[in-house]
């Protein structure tokens, strides 16, 4: 789970994973927030370069992880 409240600017670009409520997951790029949702990029035509360019997807806070955060390996067993 990413806490909104201490989300930063040094965020924008950091890699996460969602996973929803069957274990699916999949990779984006966090892109903005505001206060009830983070917004992740998750496809681009593989421009990740020009992510910014691209619609974030209103994502809750509790389905995603920063890509190391160990938190993300528990929920996988």
Not at 53 to 75: N, Q, V, W
């Amino acid at each position: 789970m990413i806490k909104i409240n201490d989300l930063t600017e040094k965020d924008i670009g950091r890699w996460v994973t969602y996973i929803d409520g069957m274990g699916k997951r999949e990779e984006g790029k966090l892109k903005s927030w505001n206060d009830k949702f983070i917004f992740v990029v998750y496809t681009c035509n593989n421009e990740w370069d020009r992510f910014k360019d691209f619609t974030g997807c209103a994502t809750s806070p509790k389905d995603i992880y920063f890509k190391e955060d160990p938190e993300l390996y528990k929920r996988s067993r």
